[in-house]
T-cell receptor, first 113, second 115 residues
């Protein structure tokens, strides 16, 4: 069975500091991996996705993630945090043609001025 | 290109009632999935429809059902509402041809409160 673990339900950084949100997955088949962001009372917006092309994936708003098969990880990073990055971030995994995503519990990011 | 539209945005229902939520996917998208989001359980998959057929189903009781129409619009229904059904219900659409995985685009959700 597939699963996703996000380490840290809350992460707080200062504006301008590095953002690192951790995600580990378990999957018996090569996975498709995604990071989504959710602002209060909103739906989910795709930040980036990994679909076995390049291991370093660049997304929107300056975010990127690196797929490491040996560590079964797909951590999300951003070199310099901005106040507008404050939101909840979800890592998700899916299998092939099946449409469902399996989400991690989410990490709430706070950005201090 | 219009995004995924969910109606209504907010809903208050009484325990025991039933409710129907609607989702209009992005034009051209044939896959519609539904998710329930609660503070305790997080985001949980309900079911997926593709070309009017339920292709995948999560682990929810039979009170939760759905359907998809020929224009790919989808509805989900919850019967005999319980207090625990209070949640944000999210719909996602994707192109998702067989054998491939494309990203899912989410609507803003329907906030259901059961009192």
């Amino acid at each position: 069975a597939q699963s996703v673990t996000q380490l840290g339900s809350h992460v707080s950084v200062s504006e301008g500091a590095l953002v690192l949100l951790r995600c580990n997955y378990s999957s018996s088949v090569p996975p498709y991996l995604f990071w989504y962001v959710q602002y209060p009372n909103q739906g989910l917006q795709l930040l980036l996705k990994y679909t076995s092309a390049a291991t370093l994936v660049k997304g929107i708003n300056g975010f990127e993630a690196e797929f490491k098969k040996s560590e079964t990880s797909f951590h999300l990073t951003k070199p310099s945090a901005h106040m507008s990055d404050a939101a909840e971030y979800f890592c998700a995994v899916s299998r092939g043609s099946q449409g469902n995503l399996i989400f991690g519990k989410g990490t709430k990011l706070s950005v201090k001025p | 290109k219009a995004g995924v539209t969910q109606t209504p945005r907010y809903l208050i229902k009484t325990r025991g009632q039933q409710v129907t939520l609607s989702c209009s996917p992005i034009s051209g998208h044939r896959s519609v999935s539904w998710y329930q989001q609660t503070p305790g359980q997080g985001l949980q998959f309900l079911f997926e429809y593709f070309s009017e057929t339920q292709r995948n189903k999560g682990n929810f009781p039979g009170r939760f059902s759905g359907r998809q129409f020929s224009n790919s619009r989808s509805e989900m229904n919850v019967s005999t509402l319980e207090l625990g059904d209070s949640a944000l219900y999210l719909c996602a659409s994707s192109f998702n041809p067989l054998g491939g995985q494309t990203e899912a685009f989410f609507g803003q959700g329907t906030r259901l409160t059961v009192v």
